[in-house]
Each structure stands twice: as C-alpha cells, then as structure tokens.
C-alpha cells in the first residue's frame, strides 16, 4: 500500500506564508508527477501546481508568483511554498502522486487525506 501524509497546513493572516509538505511511503518503485489541488466549500478541486519527476512545473493562474512547487526524490516528498496568502486560498489541499510499484508496472495516482489551510482577512 501506498500513502501520501500531508503536514503543514493552519490558519494564516492574509500576507503570511506557509509551507506544505507531502510525504510518500510504501512499496514505491518511482514517482512520476506530483502536484497539490486545492477544494474550497461549494467549489471542485482544481489543480494548484504539478511538478514532474525532472523538475518542470506549472502552476494555476491565480498563484503564479506567489506559490512555489518543489520536491526532494530521495525522501519521495513534494513541498508547496505559499507566500503572499489571499482568502481566496481558503480550501483543503490535497496532495497527488503518480505512483508505480513495481518495475515496467503501471503508474496509479495516489491522494493524501488532505489539509486545511484557512486565511484570514
């Protein structure tokens, strides 16, 4: 089994910063892309930012300049560093991961339980 373990989320004054961090464990041959989404009440969870296994990323319109996606291989782990918080960021983020477990197998997505981040105004 595979799990995905968030950490990092909390209630924020708008202009603050935080960090996220999710940590992949379990029978894991290689990860693929990763990302975090984000689902705010009476909305659909959107993409926030992807990050491949080579470093690429994207990033949705609305957090450009002010979100930063990374990831460390070594401990299977995607970070998202949120700075310049709005209360239109308000939502639970979830994190994601394209999971294969064995050589030449196929890549499953995986999802962690989520984590509140709340911004005040």
């Known amino acids: 089994q595979v799990q995905l373990v968030e950490s990092g989320g909390g209630l924020v004054q708008a202009g603050g910063s935080l960090r996220l961090s999710c940590a992949a464990s379990g029978i894991i041959f290689s990860i693929n892309n990763m990302g975090w989404y984000r689902q705010a009440p009476g909305k659909q969870r959107e993409l926030v930012a992807a990050?491949?296994?080579?470093?690429?990323?994207n990033y949705a319109d609305s957090v450009k300049g002010r979100f930063t996606i990374s990831r460390d291989n070594a401990k299977n782990t995607v970070y998202l560093q949120m700075n310049s918080l709005k209360p239109e960021d308000t939502a639970v983020y979830y994190c994601?991961?394209?999971?294969?477990?064995?050589?030449?197998?196929?890549?499953?997505?995986?999802w962690g339980q989520g984590t509140q981040v709340t911004v005040s105004s």
């Open positions: 994601n991961a394209d999971v294969r477990t064995r050589f030449s197998g196929p890549y499953y997505p995986k």
């Open positions: 990050i491949t296994s080579g470093g690429s990323t």
